[in-house]
C-alpha cells in the first residue's frame, strides 16, 4: 500500500484489514492543557461507526522536540492517524507530517479542527502529506471515515470529508459538517488517567449567539443542541474528583441561557462542600446579559469556587458594531464591577488591539476604562485574522495587513500604524507582569488614584523600560522588576518615594510566600531582632508556615505575614501592621 505523499489513495489500498487500529494526535500549547478534541473523536467511533475500530488518543506539546513525538506515535503503529488543527500547532504539524509519513508511509493521515475547515483546499495545498480533511465537527465523519477505509461504507457518504482527486479533477470538499445533537461524553477511563492534576475541559453546548467578524464560533449561530443538565452534573461530579484544580467550560457564552447557566452554578455551590478544596470552575460570559439571578448566585458561592472571563473586545460600541458585535457597554460595566464588587470570583476581561475603527488613542481611552473596572486580571491581546472569519474572507470590509502565517497576527490598520501595534505592546508586556500578576495591586491603585497616573501611559512607560532592560534576552526576575518599578516611579515623582517603596513592600509581603526581600524593599532597624522574638512570643507561627516581615518607612510601624489562609479569589495573603510601641518597643 505505500504511496508517494499527496495521492489520493487508490480503490485497492481502501481494503484495509479490519477493525482499524487509529489513533488521534493533540499537539497542546503546554503540558497543563489536555485537550478535549481528540478524546471526543474517540468516544465517537464506537458511537457511530458500525465496525469494532479501536482509536487512542496520542499527546505532545508544541515545545517539545519533533523527532520525540514522532517516535511515540511511531511507536503506537496507527493505521488511520487525525490529527487536530489549531492555530498554535498548525506550524509544528507541518514539521512533523514529513516525519512520521517517513516512517508510517502506509497509514492514513487525517486533518481536522479549526484550523483547516474553512480553507480545506488551502490546506490540503500546504500539507501534501495529509490523505483527508473533515472540515466541521469530527466525531461521526471520523468514525465513518474509518468504516469507508475498512470498506464498509463510501468516502462519499463521509460528511465533512475533504480530499486530492486526480491532478486534472482538482480536489474534492464537503461543507462543514454539525451535529444535530449533541455527541457522546467523551470521559473515559483512559482520559481520567492521563488527566495528572492538569487542566480539564468540559462541553455543555456548542455555537455562540453573537457572529463576530473576527471569530469562528458563531458562524453556524447558537446550536440548538445542548447535553443534558443530569449529563453535565455527572460529568463535572466525576472531573471535580480527577486531580484537575481547574476544570473550564468551552461553551463560548456560558449564560446566553439564563436558567440553564443558573442550575449550573447553582449545582456546583451545592455540591462545592463534597469536592477536593481549592478547586475552581472557569465560564466564558457575556457581561451585559449578566443577570441578577446569576449574580446573586455568584454572590452566595464559596470564595474562588468559580473563575469568569469576559470578552470586552473593544470599550467602543461604534467598534464593536464595526464587527458585528452588539453590546450595551453601559450594562456590562455595571454587570462586571457588581461582579467583582461580590469577592467572590476571580474576573478576567479581555481586550483585542487591531480591531477596525479603532486607533491608538481610541484604544487607550478604553483600556483605561477596562482598568478602572477593577478586574482580577486584564488581557490585552492582538488580532488574529484566522481562516475562515469574516475578516479574512471580507478584505474589502476590513483591509487589514496581518501574518501570513498562523498566527495570523494583525500588522496594522488603517486607523494603527505598525509603530502604534509596537507601543501596545509595551503596554502589555507591563500590564502582565505588573496588573495580571497580582503581585503589585496597592502600588498600582496608588500611582492611578492616587497620583492621577493614566493606566495606559503607566503601563506603556514601564513597558518600555522593562523591554530596554530585557533587551539582551534575559527576561527580569521579580526581585529586578521591583526595582524597576521603584526606581522608575520615584525619579516620576520626586518626594514620594518612601510611600512608593512601603506600597511596594506591603504587596511583596502579601503575594511572595518567602522571608526573602529584595535590598530596595529593605529597611534596616536596630529593633530587628528584638521585634522578631516579640512577635515570636504574641503571635506564635503555626508549625511549617513561613512568616516574612518588614518595616515601613513612612511610618514606624512593623508588618508581617504568616504564609497561609491565602485568599482564593485576589491570591493575596493576609497581612499584619503593628505600631512598634504596642509591643513595648
Known amino acids: 500500500m505505500t504511496r508517494g505523499p499527496g495521492k489520493r489513495l487508490t480503490a485497492d489500498a481502501l481494503a484495509l484489514r479490519r477493525p482499524l487500529r487509529a489513533a488521534v494526535l493533540a499537539l497542546n500549547s503546554q503540558y497543563v492543557h489536555s485537550s478535549l478534541a481528540p478524546w471526543c473523536l474517540c468516544a465517537g467511533v464506537p458511537a457511530f461507526s458500525r465496525l469494532n475500530h479501536s482509536a487512542s488518543v496520542l499527546e505532545g506539546t ?11 506515535v511511531t511507536a503506537a503503529a496507527p493505521q488511520v492517524l487525525g490529527f487536530c488543527c489549531y492555530i498554535w500547532n498548525i506550524k509544528a504539524i507541518k514539521k512533523l507530517l514529513p516525519l512520521l509519513r517517513a516512517a508510517l508511509p502506509d497509514c492514513v493521515f487525517v486533518l481536522g479542527g479549526p484550523e483547516v475547515t474553512f480553507c480545506p483546499e488551502e490546506a490540503l495545498s500546504a500539507l501534501p502529506g495529509a490523505d483527508f480533511l473533515i472540515s466541521g465537527e469530527g466525531e461521526r465523519p471520523f468514525a465513518l471515515l474509518l468504516d469507508a477505509l475498512a470498506g464498509e461504507g463510501s468516502l462519499e457518504a463521509v460528511p465533512g470529508l475533504c480530499w486530492r482527486q486526480k ?85 463560548r457564552t456560558f449564560n446566553v441561557n439564563r436558567n440553564r447557566a443558573d442550575a449550573i452554578l447553582g449545582y456546583l455551590i451545592n455540591k462545592s462542600a463534597a469536592y477536593p478544596p481549592g478547586i475552581t470552575f472557569h465560564f466564558e460570559i457575556a457581561g451585559d446579559i449578566l443577570a441578577a439571578s446569576t449574580l446573586a448566585l455568584i454572590a452566595s458561592a464559596p470564595p474562588g469556587l468559580f473563575q469568569f472571563e ?25 454587570n462586571v464591577r457588581a461582579l467583582i464588587a461580590t469577592g467572590r ?11 477596525p475603527g479603532e486607533g491608538l488613542s481610541s484604544f487607550a481611552r478604553g483600556f483605561d476604562e477596562a482598568v478602572s473596572l477593577k478586574p482580577h486580571a486584564l488581557q490585552l491581546g492582538f488580532l488574529k485574522v484566522i481562516p475562515g472569519s469574516a475578516m479574512r474572507e471580507e478584505p474589502e470590509n476590513y483591509p487589514l495587513t496581518f501574518e501570513p502565517e498562523a498566527p495570523y497576527t494583525v500588522l496594522s490598520t488603517p486607523w494603527l500604524s505598525e509603530s502604534d501595534l509596537n507601543t501596545l505592546r509595551l503596554a502589555e508586556r507591563a500590564l502582565d507582569k505588573l496588573h495580571n500578576s497580582g503581585r503589585f495591586a496597592r502600588t498600582l491603585t496608588w500611582l492611578i488614584r492616587g497620583q492621577g497616573l493614566s493606566p495606559f501611559e503607566l503601563f506603556k512607560r514601564l513597558g518600555r523600560v522593562i523591554t530596554e532592560k530585557e533587551a539582551g534576552g534575559k527576561a527580569l526576575s521579580l526581585d529586578q522588576l521591583t526595582t524597576l518599578t521603584l526606581s522608575h516611579f520615584t525619579a516620576l515623582l520626586p518626594g514620594k518615594g518612601d510611600a512608593l517603596r512601603d506600597l511596594m513592600l506591603l504587596d511583596r509581603l502579601s503575594s511572595v510566600p518567602s522571608s526573602v526581600l529584595p535590598a530596595c524593599l529593605k529597611a534596616p ?3 530587628y531582632f528584638e521585634i522578631k522574638r516579640v512577635l515570636a512570643a504574641r503571635f506564635p507561627r503555626s ?6 516581615m518588614g518595616f515601613l518607612k513612612g511610618q514606624d510601624r512593623v508588618v508581617f505575614c504568616d504564609y497561609q489562609e491565602k485568599n482564593p479569589v485576589t491570591g493575596r495573603f493576609p497581612l499584619q501592621v503593628l505600631n512598634p510601641a504596642r509591643l513595648g518597643l
Open 62 to 72: 508544541v515545545n517539545e522536540s519533533l523527532h520525540t513525538v514522532a517516535d511515540r
Open 167 to 251: 491532478e486534472a479533477e482538482g480536489f474534492r470538499l464537503s461543507p462543514p459538517h454539525a451535529h444535530a445533537q449533541m455527541p457522546p461524553s467523551p470521559y473515559t477511563p483512559a482520559y481520567f488517567s492521563q488527566l495528572a492534576g492538569r487542566i480539564a475541559y468540559i462541553e455543555a453546548s456548542r455555537g455562540c449567539p453573537f457572529a463576530c467578524a473576527f471569530c469562528l464560533s458563531g458562524r453556524e449561530g447558537l446550536r440548538p443542541q445542548r447535553a443534558p443538565l443530569e449529563r453535565v452534573f455527572s460529568e463535572l461530579d466525576a472531573l471535580a474528583h480527577s486531580g484537575a484544580r481547574t476544570i473550564k467550560f468551552v461553551d
Open 310 to 334: 469576559i470578552g470586552l473586545q473593544s470599550m467602543d460600541e461604534a467598534t464593536l458594531l464595526r464587527v458585528r458585535r452588539k453590546t450595551d457597554m453601559e450594562k456590562l460595566s455595571k
Open 345 to 355: 470570583a476571580h474576573v478576567h476581561l479581555d481586550l483585542i488591539a487591531g480591531l
Open 525 to 527: 532597624d536596630p529593633r
Open 543 to 548: 508549625p511549617g508556615v513561613t512568616r516574612a
